[in-house]
Nanobody, 123 residues
Framework: VQLVESGGGLVQAGGSLRLSCVTSGFILTDYSIGWFRQAPGKEREGISCLSPIETKTYYSDSVKGRFTISRDNAKNTVYLQMDNLKPEDTAVYYC?????????????????WGQGTLVTVSS
């Protein structure tokens, strides 16, 4: 099982980025996928996930209305479109394979963590 994040970078406040999570070693449509982030000196937080069944989504209050999670099964890739970025979005972003509980993604990584991708938002 492998999940590799990319797409981070430096962006000004109000700008946009799209993160990609390329997956391999498992059938993407069998699992939920989530995005997490960890800011300097803070705990890792789950910010969004997408279930495989009925494509149900979850967004934390901190990103709701600004971030959009999506999946391209043909490319085995999950995306996180981030719009109207704020300085407080600065963090290392990680994707993870998640269990599905009662048709909904459950924000707990099944496989640990990869390298992540750094997003820096300047004011």
């Amino acid at each position: 099982v492998q999940l590799v994040e990319s797409g981070g970078g430096l962006v000004q406040a109000g700008g946009s980025l799209r993160l990609s999570c390329v997956t391999s070693g498992f059938i993407l449509t069998d699992y939920s996928i989530g995005w997490f982030r960890q800011a300097p000196g803070k705990e890792r937080e789950g910010i969004s996930c997408l279930s495989p069944i009925e494509t149900k989504t979850y967004y934390s209050d901190s990103v709701k209305g600004r971030f959009t999670i999506s999946r391209d099964n043909a490319k085995n890739t999950v995306y996180l479109q981030m719009d109207n970025l704020k300085p407080e979005d600065t963090a290392v972003y990680y994707c993870a394979r998640l269990p599905t509980v009662q048709s909904m993604c459950y924000m707990e990584s099944l496989d640990g963590w990869g390298q992540g991708t750094l997003v820096t938002v300047s004011s």
